[in-house]
């Protein structure tokens, strides 16, 4: 407070304007200082910062959301991220394909943030079998008390890991539907040559982000008794699992005095379309399919009846924000479609075209029971 300033008088059961504007102060500068390094949107921002206070008072809280770093291409700037992340969050730790048995004990035994990169190569179809551990993990971790069991020792005798903690898994493309629903979603755009961000130098970056997590550690402190037993009133917008799962985001930001900028902020990253991470890749895939046809129609000044698999996965592939150019890191290909499309029995067939040519691909009747029975 300057001495321009002038105190205003405390109210019984209430708060004074200082000590609300000094926790206002610390998401503010939290938001400047990783803003110096990552373009994000001001939504993101919030969350971000939010999530990080929340990372050094995550035992008073029954789930943690994980964040969800990711983007359509390379060098937009989630390890970047995860760098910053590293300097500001509780008992950081970045692991970049940890093994199954590394990733349970030390969560169980140091309950760190886990900061983990290049989580589409843990979720590679083509390897998925090798990764089942590392999902089970990241399926139970989200809740407090979770465990998993593994057997141990010469004697094989079995040990139960707690794998609550709070985690960041940044990748490029989607993660499975099933870790995504367990997240926030911050996807990240490469940036414009018009949007400055610093050169990251750590040595240069630590000592205030050293003062921000020493401000952190402090409000934590001083309401961590309170915490845990708010009950925040959770945006509507929001579904069910959404909401229980970022009752420790609105917590901490009702407390901070911006809960209604991280009910807004958090709206918007988790029903967003566009964002698509909460949103089953199959219902994605056939709206997708369906924009197609309907383009294809457009074009032919006809109704299409099929189109060939090839021409599909080009259109599917070109589409703005979709998520098939990188699936899983690599392409969206034959095999991907034909896997999301039989959870509704539709498969490819064979398509006549004129001249008697004849090619894989996909009828429109095929399609159609489904559109509306998902899409309306």
């Not at 304007?17 to 990783?34: G, H, N, W, Y």
């Not at 005095?257 to 089953?280: F, H, M, N, Q, Y």
């Not at 294809?296 to 996965?313: C, F, H, P, S, Y």
Request: charged share 30%; proline share 5%.
């Amino acid at each position: 407070m300057t001495g321009s300033q002038k105190k205003s008088p405390q109210r019984k059961g209430k708060k004074a304007p200082r000590q609300k504007s000094q926790s206002s102060a610390l998401v503010s500068d939290l938001v400047t200082f990783i803003r110096r390094y990552v373009v994000m949107t001001d939504q993101q921002l919030l969350v971000v910062a939010l999530w990080v206070i929340h990372t050094h008072c995550v035992r008073e809280f029954e789930q943690t959301p994980y964040l969800s770093v990711n983007s359509p291409e390379k060098q937009c700037g989630k390890s970047r991220l995860l760098e910053v992340l590293e300097l500001l969050v509780n008992e950081p730790w970045s692991a970049i394909g940890p093994s199954e048995a590394v990733m349970f004990r030390n969560i169980h035994l140091k309950m760190p943030t886990l900061l983990l990169d290049e989580v589409d190569t843990l979720f590679n179809p083509k390897t998925a079998d090798r990764y089942e551990g590392h999902r089970a993990i990241l399926n139970a971790g989200h809740r407090k008390g979770s465990r998993v069991p593994r057997c141990v020792g010469p004697s094989q005798d079995i040990q139960e890991f707690r794998v609550f903690s709070p985690k960041v898994l940044a990748g490029i493309g989607s993660l499975p539907e099933t870790v995504a629903d367990r997240s926030i979603p911050i996807r990240l755009k490469r940036r414009r040559p018009t949007e400055a961000v610093e050169k990251f130098k750590r040595r240069d970056a630590k000592p205030e982000a050293e003062k921000l997590k020493e401000r952190i550690i402090g409000w934590v402190e001083s309401h961590v008794d309170s915490l845990g037993e708010v009950r925040p009133e959770m945006p509507d917008d929001l579904s069910d699992r959404a909401q229980e799962g970022c009752e420790c985001l609105i917590s901490v930001a009702d407390t901070l005095g911006v809960g209604k900028d991280a009910r807004s902020a958090l709206v918007e990253l988790l029903t967003d379309e566009r964002l698509d991470d909460r949103e089953s890749m199959r219902l994605r895939l056939l709206k997708d399919l369906k924009t197609v046809f309907e383009e294809k129609d457009a074009e032919k000044g006809r109704r299409v009846n099929g189109i060939a698999t090839a021409d599909l996965l080009i259109k599917l592939r070109a589409m703005d924000e979709s998520p098939w150019a990188s699936y899983y890191g690599r392409e969206f290909d034959a095999r991907d479609l034909a896997t999301l499309l039989a959870h509704y029995n539709i498969g490819p067939t064979t398509l006549r075209f004129k001249g008697g040519k004849s090619r894989k691909g996909y009828k429109r009747d095929h399609l159609h029971e489904a559109w509306d029975r998902y899409l309306s």
